[in-house]
RNA sequence: GCCGGGGUGGCGGAACUGGGAGACGCGGCGGACUUAAAACCCGCUGGCCUGCAAAGGCCGUGGGGGUUCGAUUCCCCCCCUCGGCACCA
C-alpha cells in the first residue's frame, strides 16, 4: 500500500517504539514477590516457535494483556510472563526440507517472534522468559519422570497405537481426531510397538472430581474433560463358559443380566486362544483376526457399519439364568475398554440388538416397554423389571444395586467404575524432544539415570530422514552409555518424550524460571500458583489444559507444589475468521500482523481484535471495521491536542455545584467507569467495554461543543480534564501506547499504568428525574419525566393524566396499572 | 446417535434479575468544509403502511405453542447451524 492513500493519523510508530523502550528502560513489568501485596498470575498459552505470529496471537495476547494490565491498575501484583513451546515436528520437518538444525530453526523463530511480540507492547516481564527445549528447563521434567518411574507412574508397555505413517511417530489419544493425526491430518494406523505411559488414569476419578470445583472455567470445556474421561459405574463379573475358564464381563446395565442370549469377546482377547481347540476353528478365528485387523481406523470407526462376528464352539453359561448361550468374537466390542468383553442384551442396548438381528439370536425384553413402544429397537428407557426372576417389578435402578448384591452374594463380582480415558502414551519416535532418561543395562535391564547425571542433553549432531526409526537409535556417542547401577554397558532409551510434557507444567517455571536447585523454587510457587487467569484456543480442551492438570496433581504428590490445580480460570477465546473461514494460507485469507501493525499500529490492532467480538466467540475480520477502531484512536488523539491548552497542565478544582448539562455530562463519566469495570471484571465483556469508552468520547464531543460558549469556564475546564483522564485510564489496558502518549501530553510524569484504575464517584451518578415509559396494553404510547423521589401513585397519576396516553384509554376500562418504579408504567385496559 | 454452544438489521454485534429490541462499530444515504477529492465534522439509517409535513400506525429477535400486565430473556415441541465425542458395553 503506498504511503500517501493513507488516510491522516496521529504518528503511532514514533509513539509504540517510544514507550515500549520507555516500558523496558523502566523494568516497568518485572514481576517481585511481594507477600504484602495480592497477586494476579494472567497467563495466555505460550506460543510454538512457527516462525511468524498470527491473528489468532494477536487476539490471545490483547486479551491477556488488557486483564494484566487492568489488575496492576487495580492493586494486584502482577505475574505476566511469555516463553516458547520449543519443541516440537515442525522444526524437524524443516530440518528435512531445508537441511536446517532444528534448534538453528526454532532459534530463529523464537527471534524474529519475540520481536514481533514487543512490536505489540505487551507488558511481559521478559526477564521470566522460558524455553523448553533448553536443557536447564527440560533436565527437570527428567527428573520428575524419574520420579514418577519409580512410582509406577511413567512405565513402559507394549501395546497398540496410534501411529501416523506421516509424522512417523506414535500418538497418544488426545491427538487423535476422527481418526486422523491432529497436525498433519494423516489418517493414522494401528500399531503393535513399546512405548512410555504416563498413568494419567490413577488420576481419572480426581480429574473428574475437580471439573464440578473450578467455576472460573467455561462449562463447554468442562463437559468435553467429563465426556473425555469417561466414567461409568456398573458391574464386572465372571462369565462362567461350559469346560473352560470364566471370562471376565464389564456392564452398566447388571440390571438386564437375565436378558443376555450370548456374549462376545473382542477378536484379540488373550481367552480365545484357549477357548478354542479345533484347529479348524482356528483356523477361521485366524482368519476372521486379520480381516478385522486390515480395517483402517476410519472404518472403524464409521457410523452404522455392519457388525462382523464369529461364532466360537465354546459356550458360555448365563449364571442369572442359568441358561446356556453361544459366544462370538466380534468387531464391535473393543478389547481397550472394560475387560475386552461384553454380556449381549439385545433387547436393551441396540448394538446388541443389530448384531442379534443380523445372527438370528433370541431376544428377551427384561424391561416394560411403554405401551406405545414400536418394537423394532432395543429400548434403553426405564420402566419395570420382567422376564428377570428375582429382580421382577423393580425398576431399573433398584435392579441394578440387587443384581450387583448378588453377585457378590454368588461370589461372581462386584460393582465396578470404568473410564474411558486411557494411559498417556509420551514415547516419540522422533529427535526434536526431550531425552526419556532410562537406560537399558546388559545385567540390571531397565534403569533410570542417576539424578547427578542429569540432563540427559540432546546430541546435535543427528541426521534426521523422517524414514522412520527414532534418530537417537543412530547417534553411537548419546545410545552407547555405562549403566547408571553396575558402571557395566548400556544403551540408552532413543525415543523422545511428547511436547505436551513441557508444556505441563512451565506455567511453574515461570514462578522461579533461573532456580538452579529443582523445578520450581517452592517459596516462588507457593506465591505466585496457581494460574488466576488462563487465556488460550479452545482446541486444547483435551489435550493441554487435561494433561497440565494431571502433571500438576503429579507434581503435588511428588511434593514439588502445593496446589491440587494449575488454572483457577480459563478463558477460552475464539478463532479469528475471514470470509467464513479459519485464516489458512491454503484459503488465503491470512492477514499478516507484521503489515496490520505497519499500517495501522499495533493499539489499533489489539483495540479491533478485542472490540470486533466477544472473546470467546470466534471474531469474524473485517478490514473496515480495523479502520473504524483506527479512527477512533484518531478521534481521541484528536481530541486531546485539540484542547491541550485548556485541559491543562494542572488538574483543575471541579466548582462546588455544576449546571445541570455539567451534572448530566459528569454522570456519564461515572456511568463509563462502573460500565467498563463491569464488564472487564464480571464477564470479560471487552467489546462492550470498548463501546461503553467510545460513547463517552462521544458525549465528550457533545460536552465541548455544548459549552464552548458557556460562561462556566472552570466547570467546563474540569469537566473536560476529568472526561479525558477517565477516557485515557479506561483505554490504557487495551491500546497502551496511545494512552501513555496522551496521558504525558496532559502534564502526567508517572506512568499510566503505575495509576489506580478510576473509581466511580456514586454521588455523580444520582439523578434529579428519571423518565417513565407509559404503556398501554404493553405497547409503547407515551413517556413522563417525573422526580426521582416520585411515590408510585405519583407517576401512576402522571402517566394516566398524559396526553399521549389518554387517547388509548378512550371507551376502555382501566383494568389494572403495573407500576415499576424507575422504569415503565403499563395500563391494562379491557374493551 | 449422545453432549455442549449458537440462530437478533445489509454486516460484526448490544440488551441488568422478565420491563423502551437493535447500544457501539462497519457499510449506506444526505449535509458541511474544499477549486476538487481524501481526511475531518454534523445528521439520518430494521421492514411495511398513512401523511405535503409535523407526526403516527402495524409487523419484527429461526418456526409453532404456552406462562405473564409485559418474553430476545422462562417452559414445551420443532427446524437450522457450529463444535466435541462416537461400536466405551
New binding site residues.
Given amino acids: 500500500m503506498p504511503a500517501d492513500?493513507r488516510?491522516?493519523r496521529y504518528p503511532f510508530a514514533d509513539i509504540e517504539g517510544k514507550w515500549q523502550r520507555v516500558w523496558e528502560d523502566r523494568k516497568q513489568f518485572r514481576a517481585v514477590e511481594d507477600p504484602t501485596r495480592p497477586k494476579f498470575y494472567c497467563l495466555e498459552m505460550f506460543p510454538y516457535p512457527s516462525g511468524r505470529i498470527h491473528m489468532g496471537h494477536v487476539r490471545v495476547y490483547a486479551i491477556g494483556d488488557l486483564l494484566a494490565r487492568f489488575k496492576t491498575m487495580r492493586g494486584f501484583n502482577v505475574l505476566h510472563p511469555m516463553g516458547w513451546d520449543a519443541f516440537g515436528l515442525p522444526a524437524e520437518n524443516a530440518a528435512i526440507d531445508n537441511g536446517v538444525h532444528p534448534a538453528v530453526w526454532t532459534h530463529e523463530n523464537i527471534a524474529y517472534m519475540r520481536t514481533q511480540l514487543r512490536r505489540m507492547g505487551i507488558s511481559y516481564d521478559w526477564d521470566r522468559e522460558v524455553t523448553t527445549c533448553d536443557p536447564a528447563y527440560y533436565r527437570w521434567e527428567q527428573l520428575v519422570f524419574i520420579r514418577m518411574f519409580e512410582r509406577g507412574l511413567a512405565y513402559k508397555r507394549r501395546s497398540r497405537v496410534n501411529w501416523c505413517p506421516s509424522c512417523q511417530t506414535v500418538l497418544a489419544?488426545?491427538q487423535?481426531?476422527?481418526g486422523r493425526c491432529w497436525r498433519c491430518d494423516s489418517e493414522v494406523v494401528a500399531r503393535d510397538i513399546d512405548g512410555w505411559y504416563f498413568k494419567i488414569t490413577d488420576y481419572a476419578e480426581e480429574l473428574l472430581a475437580w471439573c464440578d470445583r473450578l467455576p472460573g472455567w467455561p462449562?463447554?470445556v468442562m463437559?468435553?474433560q467429563r465426556?473425555?474421561i469417561?466414567r461409568?459405574e456398573?458391574a464386572e463379573f465372571t462369565l462362567p463358559v461350559v469346560g473352560g475358564p470364566g471370562i471376565a464381563i464389564?456392564?452398566?446395565?447388571p440390571d438386564t443380566s437375565f436378558g443376555m442370549t450370548y456374549a462376545v469377546l473382542?477378536p484379540e482377547h488373550p481367552l480365545v486362544d484357549q477357548l478354542v481347540a479345533d484347529p479348524g476353528e482356528r483356523a477361521r478365528v485366524e482368519a476372521f483376526r486379520r480381516e478385522v485387523a486390515a480395517q483402517s481406523e476410519i472404518e472403524?470407526?464409521a457410523?452404522d457399519?455392519p457388525?462382523r462376528g464369529l461364532r466360537l464352539a465354546a459356550r458360555a453359561v448365563n449364571p442369572f439364568s442359568g441358561l446356556e448361550i453361544p459366544l462370538f468374537i466380534a468387531?464391535?466390542?473393543?478389547?481397550?475398554?472394560?475387560?475386552?468383553?461384553?454380556?449381549a442384551?439385545p433387547g436393551e442396548?441396540q448394538?446388541?440388538w443389530?448384531f442379534a438381528i443380523a445372527h438370528g439370536l433370541p431376544i428377551i425384553p427384561t424391561v416394560a416397554r411403554p405401551p406405545e413402544w414400536v418394537d423394532n429397537q432395543a429400548y434403553t428407557g426405564d420402566g419395570v423389571k420382567i422376564n428377570s426372576g428375582f429382580l421382577d417389578g423393580l425398576t431399573v435402578a433398584e435392579a441394578k444395586r440387587k443384581a450387583i448384591d448378588w453377585l457378590v452374594a454368588q461370589g461372581l463380582g462386584r460393582a465396578k467404575v470404568?473410564y474411558?480415558l486411557r494411559d498417556w502414551g509420551i514415547s516419540r519416535q522422533r529427535y526434536w524432544g526431550a531425552p526419556i532418561p532410562i537406560l537399558y543395562c546388559e545385567k540390571c535391564g531397565m534403569v533410570p539415570e542417576r539424578e547427578d547425571r542429569l540432563p540427559v542433553v540432546l546430541p546435535p549432531d543427528v541426521q534426521i530422514s523422517g524414514k522412520g526409526g527414532s534418530p537417537l537409535a543412530d547417534v553411537a556417542s548419546f545410545v552407547h552409555a555405562t549403566c547408571p547401577r553396575c558402571g557395566g554397558r548400556a544403551r540408552r532409551e532413543t525415543d523422545t518424550m511428547d511436547t505436551f510434557v513441557e508444556s505441563s507444567w512451565y506455567f511453574l517455571r515461570y514462578c522461579s524460571p533461573s532456580y538452579a536447585g529443582g523445578m520450581v523454587d517452592r517459596t516462588a510457587a507457593e506465591y505466585w500458583m496457581p494460574v488466576d487467569q488462563y487465556i488460550g484456543g479452545?482446541e486444547h480442551?483435551?489435550l493441554h489444559l487435561l494433561y497440565a492438570r494431571f502433571y500438576t496433581k503429579v507434581l503435588r504428590d511428588l511434593d514439588l507444589v502445593a496446589v491440587d490445580e494449575p488454572f483457577t480460570a480459563l478463558l477460552s477465546q475464539g478463532m479469528v475468521i475471514k470470509d467464513g473461514a479459519k485464516m489458512s494460507k491454503s484459503k488465503g485469507n491470512v492477514v499478516d500482523p507484521d503489515e496490520l501493525i505497519e499500517r495501522y499500529g499495533a493499539d489499533t490492532a489489539r483495540l479491533f481484535s478485542l472490540?470486533?467480538?466477544?472473546p470467546e466467540?470466534?471474531?469474524?475480520w473485517?478490514d473496515?471495521?480495523v479502520?473504524?477502531?483506527s479512527?477512533?484512536l484518531?478521534?481521541v488523539w484528536?481530541f486531546v491536542h485539540a484542547h491541550l491548552d485548556e485541559l491543562g497542565p494542572a488538574s483543575a478544582a471541579r466548582p462546588p455545584a455544576l449546571s445541570a448539562g455539567g451534572r448530566a455530562f459528569r454522570r456519564t463519566i461515572h456511568e463509563t467507569i462502573r460500565r467498563v469495570t463491569e464488564d472487564i471484571e464480571k464477564d470479560f465483556?471487552f467489546?462492550?467495554a470498548?463501546?461503553a469508552v467510545?460513547?463517552l468520547v462521544?458525549a465528550l464531543?457533545?460536552f465541548d461543543?455544548a459549552s464552548r460558549h458557556s460562561s462556566a469556564l472552570a466547570e467546563r475546564r474540569a469537566l473536560l480534564r476529568e472526561a479525558v483522564e477517565a477516557t485515557l485510564l479506561l483505554l490504557g489496558p487495551v491500546s497502551p501506547h496511545v494512552a501513555e502518549e496522551l496521558w504525558a501530553a496532559l502534564g502526567h510524569e508517572e506512568s499510566l499504568f503505575t495509576r489506580a484504575w478510576p473509581a466511580v464517584d456514586e454521588a455523580a451518578l444520582a439523578r434529579d428525574e428519571v423518565?417513565i415509559?407509559v404503556?398501554v396494553?404493553?405497547?409503547?404510547?407515551g413517556?413522563v419525566t417525573v422526580a426521582a423521589t416520585a411515590t408510585e401513585s405519583d407517576i401512576r397519576a402522571r402517566a394516566l393524566a398524559d396526553d399521549?396516553v389518554r387517547p388509548w384509554l378512550a371507551e376502555r376500562v382501566v383494568a389494572?396499572v403495573?407500576v415499576?418504579p424507575g422504569?415503565?408504567v403499563?395500563i391494562?385496559t379491557r374493551g
Fill in positions: 492513500d488516510p491522516e489419544n488426545e487423535v481426531e476422527a462449562e463447554r463437559t468435553m465426556n473425555w469417561g461409568s456398573g464389564f456392564t452398566t446395565r473382542a472403524r470407526v457410523a457399519r457388525k468387531d464391535y466390542v473393543l478389547m481397550t475398554y472394560g475387560t475386552g468383553a461384553i454380556m442384551v442396548d448394538r446388541d443389530d470404568n474411558r479452545i480442551a483435551v472490540f470486533a467480538a466477544p466467540k470466534d471474531l469474524d473485517n473496515h471495521g479502520e473504524g477502531a479512527r477512533f484518531n478521534r484528536r465483556h467489546n462492550t470498548i463501546s467510545m460513547e462521544n464531543h457533545d461543543r423518565e415509559v404503556q396494553d404493553g405497547r409503547v404510547r413517556r399521549r389494572k403495573v415499576v422504569r415503565l403499563n391494562v
